[in-house]
């Protein structure tokens, strides 16, 4: 399985500060999913992230909140921008396998709490 | 609508036990079904998946049930352990976005 690398895994910030985590890929992959996950919550999807174009957020999310980059095929950030406490959640990345067709595997997440 | 519906939202088994996990969507464009274990401070990692051209696919101890008519779907642990005790998922695919929803989750305890 694809093996992803998340950065930084946790961090306390203060209101209005921005923070970027980083995602790592040992692999090459086409596109690249950023989740967030509230405490005690289930997943849901931020934003998809293809090399090359603009990410594509889900309803509810948006890019000056949220901002993406994708230089390359193996590495991805996401932004939260502007930081308020409801912003504390479990920020993870996800990638599909590309030897396993269906198969998505996720980094250990980045703890995010805002204070 | 994206939703995929799970329960019970917890649950508790004894040693060696069977636990069941149900879940129901509906949206037809989903494609790829997988079940995912998350311990506390861990990411999801992925348990068994299966695709709707098969109704059953076994893993170990780890079953995955699929109803393509009712667009129903659920996870068999035989002989759980209290190592199983984890929160678990559903998901469903979407063909074209191939992004996952994720059912709501559900906390699973198995007592010694």
């Known amino acids: 399985s694809a093996v992803i690398s998340q950065k930084p895994s946790r961090d306390i910030c203060q209101r209005g500060t921005s923070l970027t985590i980083q995602c790592q890929v040992d692999?090459?992959?086409?596109?690249m999913f950023w989740y967030r996950q509230q405490p005690g919550q289930s997943l849901t999807l931020i934003a998809t992230?293809?090399?090359?174009?603009?990410?594509?957020?889900e309803s509810g999310f948006v890019i000056d909140k949220f901002p993406i980059s994708r230089p390359n095929l193996t590495f991805s950030t996401l932004t939260v921008s502007n930081m308020s406490p409801e912003d504390s959640s479990i920020y993870l990345c996800?990638?599909?396998?590309?030897?396993?067709?269906?198969?998505?595997?996720f980094g250990q997440g980045t703890r995010l709490t805002v204070v | 609508q994206q939703q995929v519906k799970q329960s019970p939202q917890s649950l508790i088994v004894q040693k060696g036990g069977i636990s069941i996990i149900n879940c129901a969507y509906e949206?037809?464009?989903?494609?790829?079904f997988p079940w995912y274990q998350q311990f506390p401070g861990k990411g999801p990692a992925l348990l068994i998946a299966?695709?709707?051209?098969?109704s059953e696919k076994k893993e170990g101890r780890f079953t995955i049930s699929f109803n393509k008519s009712a667009k129903q779907f659920s996870l068999h642990i035989m002989d759980s352990q209290p190592g199983d005790s984890a929160t678990y998922f559903c998901a469903a695919r979407d063909t074209g976005r191939r992004a996952l929803t994720f059912g709501s989750g559900t906390r699973l305890q198995v007592q010694p």
């Open positions: 949206n037809t464009a989903f494609d790829y």
């Open positions: 992230a293809n090399q090359g174009s603009e990410a594509t957020y």
């Open positions: 996800s990638v599909e396998d590309p030897l396993r067709a269906g198969a998505a595997f």
């Open positions: 299966i695709r709707p051209d098969v």
């Open positions: 692999s090459q992959v086409t596109m």
